[in-house]
Nanobody, 124 residues
């Protein structure tokens, strides 16, 4: 069974930085693409970033490109989301997710396993 556990969320002022981590429980972590999504109160879940199995291929949503960076360490079964220049509109619960494919994908319906989420709150 795949378990994904996010950490690193918290309260930060606008302009600040956070790094989210998502640890996976299975040794096959390195075989699959991973993604980050977020959901703000009253809004639908939206795509943030995704990374392929190797870590060489990434994609970021327009709203975060240039500020957020997804990466992975397959030796540690962990995917990261470095978030810089945070804005109040980045406030949301952030979820990591795993595909059953090697290639990255920017829609939530392409992901099979989901973490419980970590809250990120950006104050103005």
């Amino acid at each position: 069974q795949v378990q994904l556990v996010e950490s690193g969320g918290g309260l930060v002022q606008a302009g600040g930085s956070l790094r989210l981590s998502c640890a996976a429980s299975v040794r096959t972590f390195s075989s699959y693409a991973m993604g980050w999504f977020r959901q703000a109160p009253g809004k639908e879940r939206e795509f943030v970033a995704a990374i392929d199995w190797s870590g060489l291929g990434t994609i970021h949503a327009d709203s975060v490109r240039g500020r957020f960076t997804i990466s992975r360490d397959n030796a540690k079964n962990t995917v990261y989301l470095q978030m810089n220049s945070l804005k109040p509109e980045d406030t949301a619960v952030y979820y990591c997710a795993r595909r059953n494919q090697r290639t990255y994908y920017a829609k939530s319906d392409g992901y099979t396993y989901w973490g419980q989420g970590t809250q990120v709150t950006v104050s103005s």
